[in-house]
């Protein structure tokens, strides 16, 4: 990561969306994490939820994010594997302005180093949905950690160059 000291930290409002037929608020290990890495890098977390792996109600929940002014980026863990329950991506596909496909690229790139060839099961994907950054990342512990700090941590950081998501947030609703 390139900090730049001379250009100034701006927070950002992050969302945390984990989605799970499983999991519940004590034992969301990869929601945990995800927030606290949020809010250790100095961002808001403005909201939390679970949500069970329907597309409809992903997209019902990611509509009523993407439409608050307060929330900048959502961050979700979980259902984007290759099982007919793993519904993640089909939600996101649904709710997109535009793909950023070199999320998904760079991630599997990353989890390779740590599972091998197992990367190649995961859908992990981002969008931008009428100005908000949605970034999908798989339900593992291992794979929060490596999109938060291979990616996301650098990425959603103002002061990273040559450049980073944050500094484009301004222009994202343009035509």
């Known amino acids: ?21 499983t999991r519940g608020p004590d034992d969301d290990t990869s929601g945990d994490i995800l927030a606290a890495r949020v809010q250790s890098a ?19 929940r990611l509509n009523v ?28 596909e649904r709710i997109k302005t535009r793909d950023i496909p070199g999320f998904g690229e760079l991630f599997r790139w990353l989890s390779f180093k740590t599972i091998g060839t197992s990367t190649v099961q995961s859908r992990a994907c981002a969008v931008v949905a ?32 040559p450049c980073n998501f944050v500094e484009l947030m301004p222009r994202l609703r343009e035509a």
């Open 130 to 161: 009428r100005g908000t950054y949605v970034f999908a990342l798989p339900g593992s512990n291992g794979a929060v950690k490596d999109g938060w700090d291979g990616i996301l941590a650098e990425q959603l950081d103002s002061r990273n160059r």
């Open 65 to 92: 994010w993407i439409d608050d002014p307060n929330i900048d980026a959502i961050v979700s863990t979980g259902g984007t594997g290759l099982t007919g329950r793993d519904v993640t991506p089909e939600a996101l």
């Open 1 to 21: 990561m390139a900090i730049d000291p001379e250009r100034p930290f701006k927070p950002i409002n992050i969302a945390i969306l984990t989605v799970s037929d």
């Open 42 to 60: 100095g961002h808001t977390l403005v909201a939390r939820a679970i949500e069970k792996d329907d597309a409809n109600v992903l997209v019902e």
